[in-house]
């Protein structure tokens, strides 16, 4: 959860920091969840901001581009770390061994 804020408050470089000083599943994909949602807030700021008024005028499906990108992240992260978390509790009837989960 706290990647998740980290990389959503702080852009991409909250999410470079995140993502490499963290060593757990759940780390890794907040981060990944956290950057999607900054993606797709950055965006929309820009798009509805009278500071860009033709920032890629005419353009509108590079908009819809970034905009499916930053969701399809934002997925990507909540669903692998829903597998990992259901592929953990189905661990915890075997004996204890290390699992190497490669990203």
Known sequence: MLTFFMALLFN???FFLSFCLTSSAAGRYGA???FGLSLVK????VRF????PSYFDGQYWLWW?????GFLLFLRGLI????VRKMANSF????????LFIY
């Open 92 to 99: 915890t009837t075997l004996p204890r061994t290390r699992v």
């Open 49 to 52: 901001s009278s500071y860009f």
């Open 80 to 83: 692998n770390y829903a597998r």
């Open 65 to 69: 581009v970034f905009l499916v990108l």
């Open 12 to 14: 991409w470089i909250g």
């Open 42 to 45: 950055w965006i929309l700021i």
């Open 32 to 34: 990944i969840s956290g």
